[in-house]
T-cell receptor, first 116, second 115 residues
Framework: AQSVSQHNHHVILSEAASLELGCNYS??????LFWYVQYPGQHLQLLLKYFSGDPLVKGIKGFEAEFIKSKFSFNLRKPSVQWSDTAEYFC??????????????FGQGTTLQVKP | DVKVTQSSRYLVKRTGEKVFLECVQD?????MFWYRQDPGLGLRLIYFSYDVKMKEKGDIPEGYSVSREKKERFSLILESASTNQTSMYLC??????????????FGPGTRLTVT
């Protein structure tokens, strides 16, 4: 069965530090990849997505992610975090071929706490 | 903008009660989903629907049922609420084809407490 693994469950950073959150998935076929963010008290919203083309994708609020097919990875990065980036981050994968539905497989989530 | 709304933000029910959680989307999406979100467990899919009156079980369907009589509305039913169903419930919708396939839009969630 396909799975998505986020290696860091809880990350604490100081403002201006660089961020990288890991995401690996287990599926050898074509995928669409997503990062969602949930700010405290708010609903899940899309941060960025990869469907095809340039494997380096840019999202909102200065976030970017790189799809490395050979490593089955889609890590999220930001060069300099702000206190307002404190949130929970979810990686998700749509695996083509295993199912024609719109089901996504979500990782367990990473809680990011940014200290001012 | 896509809008997914859920009937309640907070709900408190007693053990054994029948509970209805409602979700409505306004973008004519074919797919609708119900998840529960628990700390350390991420999002777990309960049920999803890819068309009116069509449904499929997700990863944790036990103790839940769903209803989709209209395209825009997807209901989650807890037949007999139990304390281990205390959780945050998220509804989502998505299209079933084309360039945006897979991208899901989420509602604000319903925090259900079963006492």
């Amino acid at each position: 069965a396909q799975s998505v693994s986020q290696h860091n469950h809880h990350v604490i950073l100081s403002e201006a530090a660089s961020l990288e959150l890991g995401c690996n998935y287990s599926y050898g076929g074509t995928v669409n990849l997503f990062w969602y963010v949930q700010y405290p008290g708010q609903h899940l919203q899309l941060l960025l997505k990869y469907f095809s083309g340039d494997p380096l994708v840019k999202g909102i609020k200065g976030f970017e992610a790189e799809f490395i097919k050979s490593k089955f990875s889609f890590n999220l990065r930001k060069p300099s975090v702000q206190w307002s980036d404190t949130a929970e981050y979810f990686c998700a994968v749509k695996a083509y071929g295993s199912s024609n539905t719109g089901k996504l497989i979500f990782g367990q989530g990473t809680t990011l706490q940014v200290k001012p | 903008d896509v809008k997914v709304t859920q009937s309640s933000r907070y709900l408190v029910k007693r053990t054994g009660e029948k509970v209805f959680l409602e979700c409505v989307q306004d973008m004519d999406h074919e797919n609708m989903f119900w998840y529960r979100q628990d700390p350390g467990l991420g999002l777990r899919l309960i049920y999803f629907s890819y068309d009116v009156k069509m449904k499929e079980k997700g990863d944790i369907p036990e103790g839940y049922s769903v209803s989709r009589e209209k395209k825009e509305r997807f209901s989650l039913i807890l037949e007999s609420a139990s304390t281990n169903q205390t959780s945050m419930y998220l509804c989502a919708s998505s299209i079933n084809y084309g360039a945006g396939f897979g991208e899901q839009y989420f509602g604000p969630g319903t925090r259900l407490t079963v006492t």
